[in-house]
C-alpha cells in the first residue's frame, strides 16, 4: 500500500519565501507558550486530493486520469498571501497561507480530480475546498492567543507567486523527522 495525493508543485523562489514567513513566524511566536509543529518550506505543495493508502496497481490508472485532466489544463499563476487557521481561531489546528491569484483554477482542477478519482473509487472529498498551503499544524492549543497575535501581525502579507504546469501524484512516507514526498507520477498541462 503507498500512502499518496495530487498536488501542484511550487516554485524554489516561492519555497524560499514561504521559508522567510515561516522564521518570522517562528521569531515571534519563541516568546509565547504556543509550539505549532511546522512543516518544512522544501516540502510546501498545493494539495488537490489526499487519496490516502492506495495499492500499487492503481497509479497507472490515476496517471492516466490525470494526464487526461492535464490535457485541457493551461498553465496558470498562484499567488499566495493572508494568513489563516482551519477550523477557527479560538481551536487553531492548522495555520496556512491561501491562495489568491489562482484560486479559482485551483478550485476547478480539484473538482475534476475529483469527479475522475470518484470514477476509480475513491471517495469523495466531504468538505469545501478552499486552496491554501499549510505552514504549522497545531497539537496543543496551549498560547493560542498569542499565537493568534502574531497571525494577526502577518495576517495580509503577500508572500509571491509562481506559475503551475503539471499535476503530480506524490507518495508520502511518515518519518520522525517530517514527511518525505516522491514522485510516482506526473502531467504536464497542455491545454490553452
Not at 100 to 113: F, S, V, W
Not at 153 to 172: A, D, P, Q, T
Request: proline residues 5%; charged residues 25%; contains cysteine.
Amino acid at each position: 500500500m503507498i500512502r499518496s495525493f495530487i498536488a501542484l508543485e511550487l516554485s524554489d523562489g516561492l519555497r524560499r519565501e514561504l521559508a522567510k514567513l515561516i522564521e518570522d513566524l517562528k521569531k515571534g511566536m519563541q516568546f509565547t507558550s504556543a509550539r505549532p509543529s511546522w512543516v518544512n518550506p522544501n516540502g510546501i505543495h498545493l494539495t488537490l486530493k489526499f487519496l490516502g493508502n492506495i495499492e500499487e496497481r492503481l497509479v497507472g490508472d490515476i496517471a492516466r486520469s490525470l494526464e487526461e485532466i492535464a490535457a485541457d489544463t493551461p498553465p496558470f499563476l498562484l499567488k499566495v498571501r493572508n494568513l489563516g487557521v482551519f477550523p477557527n481561531a479560538r481551536q487553531p489546528r492548522v495555520l496556512w497561507v491561501g491562495v489568491t491569484d489562482g484560486d479559482k483554477e485551483a478550485c476547478a482542477l480539484q473538482h475534476k480530480i475529483e469527479d475522475a478519482m470518484a470514477l476509480l473509487g475513491f471517495e469523495p472529498e466531504g468538505r469545501e475546498f478552499h486552496p491554501h498551503l499549510t505552514l504549522a499544524r497545531i497539537k496543543s492549543l496551549k498560547g493560542t492567543a498569542a499565537m493568534m497575535k502574531i497571525v494577526e501581525i502577518h495576517k495580509s502579507r503577500y508572500v509571491g507567486e509562481c506559475m503551475v504546469n503539471r499535476l503530480i501524484l506524490f507518495k508520502s512516507e511518515l518519518h520522525p523527522d517530517g514527511a518525505r514526498y516522491t514522485r510516482l507520477a506526473e502531467a504536464e498541462f497542455s491545454g490553452v
